[in-house]
């Protein structure tokens, strides 16, 4: 088993050297980690080929391996996304206010790195540099515990960047990988306190949980989403369609989709033979209550456990609801606090809705899929925080970073 | 046993309601729960006196008991501090800052409540209506769980709050109180992951490293302070001398007090003869390291003990230094991240200092003694943070709250 305490306490002392490093100097070093991605192609992929043989053996899903899949275009875009990150300016030093206080002290808010960060994950292995690329830029230490699907995958793309730190007489230890998919060093990591400053899952809604429940050390909860579109009685049909299709089946596998359609049921009838038409041709599965279902051509009832549940595929829950309260209450009690959207036409309705439901986005007249760092313009995104400590919503590089006031004196002692 | 999971839901339910109160209401419950906490003055008095009958049973000290005592002074200040909150700006329905993304959506960034905050507290009766009054205020339920020497005078001020709201038809699950101070209770609240939103312990190490050790629902860190005042071989004498009595003396039960001097070899033989007697009027006992003990008339051998303790009384260690860069790796490897300060007339040495210290405050030619919100400028403290996740240094009103995006849009999907 991996003795987590040693990688601990090297990814502490190397947090200190990389809290101290100038901006230019982790450009260069991320900029010679994209280029060693790229010379390091084949040896990648021998590795990947590992990680799909594997998985072909354990009979895994398409899907599933194509996320697992690396190709050289991958690889590429991996590497740009690393030099992508090169270019956003560094939050670190950066003082968010200085004020003079009664005492003649002025008193500086400024950013600094969290200092160690564990990421656990799962299968997709541009996780690995997506994260260590932003944590090394916010200048934080991470240890990278991957999924066992893609663990000589992960394991190879860590070794490179090290190389390339080591290459520029860097500390490899910036970006140090758990060399043990076993649930006990997950365990282990989840109370790693003496070490880590932040532990941040991404993964299915197991992962999280699992997560949640064991972890001593400071966790931001990221991912699960079940979102909802509601659509009201002032909506206009057309756009109302457009967002639901879109929420729905752009792009179902992710956080931000919607899994629950809520409609108003003064423009059930009128709405729902329309959107049923629309989402048919992405072959969309209709769960719907009992009015919902009366009005569709076909679709099958919805149970209790559809409304709470984050499908991640091309199915929808359908609810008739006679106000917008009822709407507004549904989604508090099912959501995940993730993603939500009211379609309307009133001023009053959009205001109620945004106030009342509680979640990171709240929407009005817009998809559920914008709540993004690169749509919302962070330029990054480490994952969409569904809590409400330290950071809420997508999470760019800025919510890598802590605070310490800095305090310039001239003798001032307490009175 | 008190069922927490009740408590919980109750703060949860009424979470919401206080999520949407407006500032007036808020306001005007505050001020009533001050004037009847000086109306229900006797009662509380009473409840007081059971608390001290049973500490001096159990031989507790005279300043524990000083700290224990309420008198109806005392209960006014605690009342004029609810009404200060009241008078504070609130930060709930605060847009941070809101802007329009390439789509066109308007992205505002909203503050709202954090939800469910639980303190788990040690003696002194007044945290109970600070923490009360600001979360109040800030739209968020709390639960109190004090320590058990303060039981009845915590429990009265809490059944006097609760009623003040009753008699203005607001829920008094607001502000709620774990009627049992056993283990496992405190140890049910650490897990309360279903109904907790954040848990902020105050009170002494060993309470901090349980709560550390033991929750699994997120933890804002406070309080244990071993502060340090390292004196630059360009300090000013009466400059560094001020300092330091001021940092160790002025009130050394506190967390910011000064409980290590770290001094230039180069100025030790004049400085420290000088702040030994300007120590010796208030009794300070000095644990020296052995070139300061051998330039002192009087002290005692500091221990690897001494430079990990937070003495909170006038007990100071002291060390000689070769240089800034070994204070610096001293203060780096001893410190809880809480209070630093150099006395220095050098740029560079102030500079590197405030650059190279990890803590939550560092300063410049100042006491450390400064470190609170108050002081700060934010009109309230709920704790000081020695953390990094969430909020760092002294807390406000600011850092009892989280954020949500509201967006608008007019009609957006995502292409």
Not at 40 to 47: G, M
Not at 207 to 234: F, M, Q, R, S, W
Not at 290 to 304: L, V
């Amino acid at each position: 088993m991996t003795d987590l305490n040693i990688l601990g306490k090297q990814a502490k002392e190397t947090a200190y050297q990389l809290s101290l490093m100038d901006t230019k100097v982790k450009n260069e070093l991320l900029l010679h980690m994209a280029d060693e991605l790229e010379k390091n192609t084949d040896i990648i992929l021998t590795e990947n080929q590992k990680d799909l043989l594997q998985a072909k053996d354990n009979g895994i899903t398409d899907t599933m391996l194509d996320r697992l899949r690396l190709t050289s275009d991958r690889i590429k875009e991996m590497a740009e996304g690393i030099r992508q990150v090169a270019t956003l300016p560094d939050p670190i030093g950066e003082v968010e206010k200085m004020w003079k206080n009664e005492d003649g002290l002025m008193i500086g808010k400024q950013r600094v790195p969290l200092g160690v960060i564990g990421i656990i994950y799962e299968s997709r292995p541009n996780v690995t540099t997506d994260a260590a690329s932003l944590c090394f830029k916010t200048g934080n230490a991470v240890i990278l515990r991957g999924g066992k699907e893609a663990f000589h995958s992960n394991k190879i793309l860590v070794e490179v960047l090290q190389h390339a730190l080591k290459q520029k007489n860097a500390s490899p230890f910036a970006i140090q990988f758990v060399d043990d998919t076993s649930r006990e060093t997950a365990q282990q990591l989840m109370k790693l306190n003496d070490y880590l400053d932040v532990l941040i899952p991404r993964g299915g809604a197991n992962l999280i949980k699992t997560v949640l429940t064991t972890a001593t050390v400071p966790v931001i909860e990221t991912g699960t989403g079940n979102c909802h579109v509601y659509i009201d009685k002032d909506a206009q049909l057309k756009m109302a369609t457009d967002i639901i299709v879109n929420a729905k089946c752009q792009r179902p596998s992710v956080c931000n989709a919607a899994e629950t359609l809520l409609i108003h049921q003064d423009i059930a009838a009128e709405f729902l033979p329309v959107i049923e038409k629309a989402l048919a041709e992405y072959e969309v599965e209709l769960r719907a209550d009992e009015r919902a279902g009366a009005i569709f051509s076909r679709s099958i009832p919805a149970t209790e456990i559809d409304w709470e549940t984050e499908f991640n595929d091309y199915i929808l829950a359908v609810k008739v609801v006679d106000s917008l309260e009822e709407a507004i209450q549904h989604i508090n009690h099912y959501n995940t606090k993730h993603s939500e959207s009211i379609v309307s036409d009133n001023y009053f309705a959009t205001q109620q809705f945004l106030k009342q439901v509680d979640a990171a986005a709240v929407y009005a007249n817009a998809s559920t899929r914008f709540t993004d760092g690169f749509v919302f313009g962070f330029g990054a995104e480490i994952g969409i925080s569904t809590q409400k400590l330290h950071a809420r919503g997508p999470m760019g590089l800025a919510e890598l970073t802590s605070t310490k006031y800095i305090v310039y004196g001239d003798g001032q002692y307490r009175k």
